[in-house]
């Protein structure tokens, strides 16, 4: 079970750090990835990060502004998000894929998720 949390209300400009541990299941051999999903418009991909944390790759959208990183001892991956923007305004999920196989960056790819947490970003 993945538990996503650390979202919450900020202003423009501001910052949050998302956090999702993993419980019941060690995810330190898993690649793991962040998506999001705003009001009436589809999941959409956020970051991923390998097992290691030696690969990262973002979405043009987020890129020089979010982090992903991971802390396999403590089964537990992070976003961390500068510079928000009201579109940055989502419900925020994060997932484990079983294997390096697959889709990287759709949500088809990935094999388990949380139950998401939502981030609002004010004007």
């Known amino acids: 079970q993945l538990q996503a949390y650390g979202g919450g209300l900020v202003q423009a400009g501001g910052s949050l750090r998302l956090s999702c541990a993993a419980s019941?299941?060690?995810?330190?051999?898993?690649?793991m990835g962040w998506f999001r999903q705003a009001p009436g418009k589809e999941r959409e991909f956020v970051a991923t990060?390998?097992?290691?944390?030696?690969?990262?790759d973002y979405a043009d959208s987020v890129n020089g502004r979010f982090t992903i990183s991971r802390d396999n001892a403590k089964n537990t991956v992070y976003l961390q998000m500068n510079r928000l923007k009201p579109e940055d305004t989502a419900v925020y999920y994060c997932?484990?894929?079983?294997?390096?196989?697959?889709?990287?960056?759709?949500?088809?790819?990935?094999?388990?998720w949380g139950q998401g947490t939502q981030v609002t970003v004010s004007s």
């Open positions: 990060i390998s097992w290691s944390g030696g690969f990262t």
């Open positions: 019941g299941r060690t995810v330190s051999s898993y690649p």
């Open positions: 997932a484990a894929k079983r294997s390096s196989g697959g889709n990287w960056y759709r949500s088809e790819g990935y094999d388990y």
